[in-house]
């Protein structure tokens, strides 16, 4: 699909955003393997988080949709899970992909997984090395680090392991597998990743121990079902942080946002540039901080980014690049190399499409380097099926000369199934 963006002169209003996709994949995961009845309000119902669903449900799973939005999941406990019938596909879903290597590794059967083309790039050693240390029985294409993998249960034993990267999504494997272990099985990080599972893991009970950049589990808990309020997902709320920050007649509420700080980066990097944002009616909820977001018209300026603030808003550097296009000076992000191995290369494709919108941009091996400018123009781009470049390039087009035609643009329903419409709503008419 080709996505014809329209400059606007403001974006104004309110707005709800879809729920945290983290914290929507976790819920079903740990809800499976509870006892009891899960039930879920706020489930962002995009394509990987169904993708999750679709798979528990091949591991006998029962998961109903009881309203808009909302799921109930019949907990089995941590050996109830089935074997499937079939090759569990997790279309474009890392997290699905790699948390689930660590729930699979500790059961008593036989299961596949796969992806689109992309998943089957993308690297796996980093789950399936420390599983493997665990004692899980892993085979795939090229022994074992690129999907389709097959997982054979296995009796696991705890470890201590000492991360090279901070991903949550490699640490969440680990601490799922270590449910199944006899001990206690301990992740050290170079930096903090975020912190879902471990707070999850937590409110359904399983004993975790927290202490700066290492964390610990327990193996053998009892899991309870419990009810869960998913907040609006921060990185959803980034393309309007960052719309309501470079367009010229914007102000905007985006309600009801998880602030967790491990992954609140995004809006203590904008604000260091200038962005007039702040957090109203904050709260806690079923475990996690959350906020209204208040957005207001802000004169940008460039900065560096880099060090342990990448891993808190490392999927917000698509639209951080673009509001550092259109902020005064230069804006430096490093020790980023982790955007290139994800739904694309983000570092070559965010430099590709904003070089042709007419931002001078300098590609480095672990960043960017971005000259800002009062105009962008309007340009054909493409998101290469990556949704975070293809609602970044949205929001650059509203703040563009001109029209701006993006290709693959219908990947944002990944993660966000109404953005273009919620654009549309929000829009003061009247741009370049």
Request: proline share 4%; hydrophobic share 40%; net charge neutral.
């Amino acid at each position: 699909m080709i996505q014809k963006i329209i400059p606007v002169k403001g974006l104004s209003g309110t707005i709800k955003i879809p729920g945290d996709k983290s914290i929507s994949h976790r819920s079903i995961m740990l809800g499976a393997i509870a006892e009891g009845v899960t039930e879920v309000e706020g489930f962002l119902m995009g394509a990987d988080c169904l993708s999750t669903v679709s798979c528990f449900q091949q591991l006998g799973i029962n998961i109903q949709e009881t309203a808009n939005q909302s799921l109930t999941i019949e907990g089995r406990g941590l050996m109830g899970l089935s074997e499937p019938k079939d090759v569990l596909n997790v279309g474009n879903s890392g997290t699905t992909m790699r948390l689930m290597l660590g729930l699979l590794s500790g059961q008593s059967f036989y299961a596949t997984l796969t992806g689109d083309e992309s998943i089957r790039q993308r690297p796996m050693k980093r789950v399936t090395q420390p599983l493997s240390n665990m004692g899980a029985k892993i085979f795939g294409r090229k022994s074992g680090t690129l999907a389709p993998l097959s997982v054979v249960g296995q009796t696991l034993k705890p470890i201590t392991y000492h991360s090279p990267v901070a991903s949550a999504q490699v640490k969440s494997a680990i601490l799922l597998a270590g449910l199944y272990a006899n001990g206690e099985t301990t992740v050290i990080e170079p930096a903090l990743s975020r912190d879902h599972s471990e707070r999850m893991l937590s409110y359904f009970g399983a004993r975790v121990k927290r202490d700066g950049l290492i964390v610990s589990i327990q193996g053998q808990p009892h899991l309870v079902g419990k009810k869960i309020s998913v907040p609006g997902d921060i990185s959803s709320a980034a393309f309007f942080m960052v719309a309501g920050s470079i367009l010229p007649d914007s102000e905007l509420v985006i309600e009801n946002v998880g602030i967790n700080p491990t992954r609140n980066g995004v809006i203590t990097v904008l604000q260091e540039m200038g962005a007039k944002i702040s957090l109203q009616n904050e709260r806690e909820e079923t475990g996690e901080p959350v906020a209204d977001i208040h957005v207001k018209t802000s004169q940008l300026k460039g900065i560096k980014i880099g060090g342990d603030m990448i891993p808190t808003l490392i999927d917000e550097i698509p639209i951080i690049a673009v509001a550092a296009a259109l902020a005064e000076g230069k804006t430096e992000i490093r020790d980023a190399a982790e955007l290139k191995v994800k739904e694309t290369n983000r570092i070559e494709v965010m430099a590709k499409n904003l070089t042709r919108m007419g931002v001078r941009v300098e590609e480095l091996p672990d960043g960017l380097i971005i000259y800002g400018s009062p105009r962008i123009k309007g340009a054909e781009v493409n998101s290469f099926g990556d949704h975070r470049i293809a609602m970044s390039l949205a929001i650059a087009g509203l703040a563009a000369s001109g029209e701006t035609l993006i290709n693959e643009a219908e990947c944002a329903t990944i993660s966000y199934p109404r953005f273009f419409e919620d654009i549309k709503k929000l829009s003061v008419q009247g741009g370049k």
